[in-house]
């Protein structure tokens, strides 16, 4: 069983910045690309970015390529997303998930999540 939990989350003034953080439970961290999606009230959980099981790939979605860093330790189990510039619009809950197959777009190509952790921005 893999368990993951998100931390990190806060309230913060548009312009500034926050790290979230995953810690992964389970020795197969390292071996599966996981990646990190956000949801907004009343809208549906949407892509926010991915990273390959070596981490020499990542993906963005266009709305926070350029602001947001997408990271991992596998000696620690731990996935990082570092968000710069932060808009009131990214404001979210944002969960982590560990990919199993498919496109990286896709949250049905993940199979385990965590709880999500709350983003907040003020404009």
């Known amino acids: 069983q893999v368990q993951l939990v998100e931390s990190g989350g806060g309230l913060v003034q548009a312009g500034g910045s926050l790290r979230l953080s995953c810690a992964a439970s389970?020795?197969?961290?390292?071996?599966?690309?996981m990646g990190w999606f956000r949801q907004a009230p009343g809208n549906e959980r949407e892509f926010v970015a991915s990273t390959s099981w070596t981490a020499d790939l990542a993906y963005y979605a266009d709305s926070v390529k350029g602001r947001f860093t997408i990271s991992r330790d596998n000696a620690k189990n731990t996935l990082y997303l570092q968000m710069n510039s932060l808009k009131p619009e990214d404001t979210a809950v944002y969960y982590c998930?560990?990919?199993?197959?498919?496109?990286?777009?896709?949250?049905?190509?993940?199979?385990?999540w965590g709880h999500g952790t709350q983003v907040t921005v003020s404009s």
């Open positions: 998930a560990r990919q199993y197959t498919g496109s990286y777009r896709r949250a049905t190509s993940y199979d385990y």
């Open positions: 389970g020795r197969t961290f390292s071996i599966y690309a």
